[in-house]
């Protein structure tokens, strides 16, 4: 059989493996004899069908753990030893090879080989080592790789008693297992026709969803949703970008599933919604500051009506509403705009501005540029755009902030802790904030993100702690607010409490919010 066309870095491995097994005290005819046997003996396996990547959410965003072979025979067994691997340009370190079946689970005598490898965090990219997106700076948006390398090769597998090398290169991108996107699988999409806030005109708007919608939630019964609004980088029309991006997969998994309850049902929907471009995005295609009404405030509600009217077990008094980042500015804005409609709020590094910003003419932001570093920024004005009006409209409603002090995207002192702190000097008593020094992980340990990733926190059930209301709402400070960061306390030394009931966790607390 042929072997196919292989990188030099493999077939160097391979061939200096098979040397290597031949005995110093050799002649250099016997190590040439030896090596032509062992070549013979291990073939190119000419029957490979397809490979596969198998694409999960992370911390940092997804990766591929697991590799999955398809041959047109059978596999009688595997040599996991001598296995070597490379995803989209990165060397990856192989953890287990075995014979599974089409989704990468063990099986036996199967026609799926499926390689585990270990997974990172690349500091300098800030994603997940051979991550499968591509961050697009044009757009500033995530989006699938267009090609995605993997190549393979292996010195040993048997097949009908005869024992084969393998050699793979191919363009995986299209080939793509992911069980966490596979939860999400009502999906649709929402049109209609709206006014854009900055040109006045009417224009054809969609949003596209997913949805996690656990079997046991039986209909005719009252059941919690839980919407999820992605940041900046994951708008678009592929939902899956939106749930991988942000691990959001972990609000439909067990852990944070047990903690929705109704009588004796457990469980909750789990709604994501995308945005052709971003949440903040005020009619001109662009991301904005969070001092302004996004294009897609209207067709957003609608959206969520839609899907509320189509599931008539949705307990209209508790849908929660969240996100991070640019979701985290649509969370604010949607609460702002219809404070009677949901239960209560996460929102996590939220952008919406508490200062209005400098406009030019035509509505537009005001950019100044650093020719040092290639930057622009928005001009800050003095103006409170958070104004009175709209801390009266949500200060009595249910609302859980999350941010790390840390965050150089979404300032916490432009953003959420005047915000807070104006809330909570209006009497807000079920308003809580869960802030930290820096946002650690878990999946790496010791590793430590930019500060901005604090829905880690969340989606690693970790947000328990609170600040100290009083020392907020007394503090002069307008660096700190009165704040005190803390890791190790889960957010805050204080905790939640409402009447009687003290909450362990943002999610225990969320699912007692009814309006």
């Known amino acids: 059989m042929r072997r196919k066309t292989f990188s030099t870095i493999f077939t160097l491995g391979i061939t200096a493996g098979l040397l290597a097994s031949c005995g110093s005290g050799e002649s250099v005819d016997q190590q040439d004899s030896d090596q032509q046997e062992g070549v013979q003996s291990a073939d190119a396996y000419a029957g490979v069908v397809k490979t596969s990547i198998y694409v999960k959410g992370y911390e940092g965003g997804p990766g591929v753990p697991k590799l999955i072979i398809e041959l047109e025979d059978a596999v009688d067994s595997v040599d996991p030893s001598g296995w070597q691997v490379m995803t989209a340009g990165s060397e990856r370190t192989v953890t287990d090879v075995y014979t599974s079946d089409e989704n990468g689970n063990p099986q036996e005598n199967s026609n799926f080989i499926a390689i585990d490898m270990e997974t990172g965090f690349n500091d300098e990219t800030f994603s997940v080592i051979g991550s499968p997106f591509t961050y697009n700076t044009t757009t500033s948006m995530n989006e699938w790789s267009p090609a995605y390398e993997v190549a393979i090769a292996a010195p040993s597998i048997t097949i009908k008693d005869e024992t084969y090398s393998l050699s793979i290169t191919e363009n995986a991108v299209n080939n793509r297992i992911s069980p966490d996107t596979d939860l999400f699988a009502a999906r649709g999409t ?19 969803t997913a949805a996690y919608e656990p079997e046991g939630l039986a209909e005719g019964e009252a ?4 919407i999820w609004l992605h940041g900046q980088g994951e708008g678009g029309t592929d939902p899956d970008i939106a749930i991988l991006g942000n691990e959001v997969s972990a609000l439909a998994k067990e852990e944070i599933q047990s903690y929705f309850k109704t009588d004796d049902v457990t469980g909750a929907y789990v709604l994501a919604v995308q945005a052709p471009t971003y949440w903040m995005d005020e009619g001109d295609g662009t991301n904005g500051n969070g001092s302004g009404i996004s294009r897609y405030t209207e067709i957003l509600m609608d959206t969520i009506n839609d899907y509320v009217a189509a599931h008539p077990d949705v307990d209209t008094d508790r849908i929660y509403l969240g996100g991070c980042s640019n979701g985290g500015y649509m969370t604010m804005n949607m609460v702002i705009q219809y404070p009677e409609y949901f239960a209560a709020a996460y929102p996590v590094c939220e952008a919406y501005a508490y200062y209005e910003y400098e406009r030019n003419s035509d509505g537009t932001y005001v950019k100044t540029n650093d020719e040092a570093t290639g930057t622009s920024s928005f001009v800050k004005t003095e103006q409170v755009w958070f104004t009175a009006e709209k801390i009266q409209a949500i200060k009595d409603l249910p609302i859980w902030l999350v941010q790390s002090a840390d965050d150089p995207v979404v300032i916490p002192a432009n953003y959420m802790l005047p915000t807070y702190q104006a809330l909570i000097q209006a009497g807000a008593e079920n308003t809580w904030m869960s802030y930290y020094e820096t946002v650690e992980g878990t999946d790496s340990p010791g590793t430590t993100y930019l500060g901005h990733f604090s829905w ?6 970790q947000v328990t702690g609170v600040q100290d209301k009083e020392a907020i709402a007394a503090a002069a400070d307008t ?8 890791n190790a306390a889960g957010g805050g030394t204080a905790a939640a409490t409402v009447g009687e009931t003290t909450y362990t966790n943002i999610f225990e607390w969320l699912n007692a919010q009814s309006r």
């Open 190 to 208: 929402f049109s209609g026709s709206y006014v854009n806030p900055l040109t006045d005109q009417e224009e054809e708007v969609t949003l596209s």
């Open 456 to 461: 880690i926190y969340l989606f690693n059930n």
């Open 479 to 486: 660096e700190t607010f009165g704040s005190e960061p803390s």
């Open 223 to 226: 059941n919690p949703l839980v």
